[in-house]
């Protein structure tokens, strides 16, 4: 049985807290696969996950939200890793439709009501991804915001159904620093509008760059308070 007791998982999460992502993600894929997977919206992180997932299993299995609402740079992205790594991708979408979002709440929901376009774009289509996984490897890191400096590398939540599922944060201890590095120096593709003032790309609607000085997510939901979209704060915690 792959590892999911509460008690036995905290003690593997605080032994890699002195470990390399990639111990942490050789350990994770063997001890789950198969249904494991990586969820990613091809941020640097993801890319960097994703790299080193496929140095370890070119086979690993990789999720991703399509919106409606992607920059055309990331839909690019998108299609340059998959060519790059011969991923193995799986793209959900809402099971409301754009178009019927549009006609039950109205055009430009995001502007009005951010909190029910998540809910319908983001958190739906994952709710949905993560069924059947036992562990669902994400790429979050502690130094990302108030919202995410709890984080353990190893967590654990249950499904609906009451079955485990273990989150996988292998970059919890990492900071931007730390993933750039590793990017760069493994000539890992990544969303250009990174060059350009923006430090962390979302939906075209609710994304900006950020003013210098400002914090990683700034430019999400500017002005608003807002930090997370719900992909990472919809389950319970055990």
Known sequence: MPLSAPEELAARSRAFEGAR????LEWTLAEYAPRVAISTAFGVEGCALIDMAWRIDPGVRVFTVDTDFLFPETRALIERMVDRYDLTLTTVKGAVAIEQQEARHGLALYARDSDLCCALRKVEPTRRAV?????WIAGLRRDQGR????IGILERYDHQDGSP??????LARWTR????KYVLENEVPYNPLLDTGYRSVGCW???QPTAAGGGERDGRWAGTGKKECGIHTFLDRR
């Open 165 to 170: 599922l273990v989150k996988v944060n292998p």
């Open 21 to 24: 992502p990639q111990e942490i």
């Open 177 to 180: 620093n730390d993933t750039w």
């Open 205 to 207: 609607p609710c994304t």
């Open 147 to 150: 919202s995410r400096e709890g």
């Open 131 to 135: 069924q059947g996984l036992d562990a």
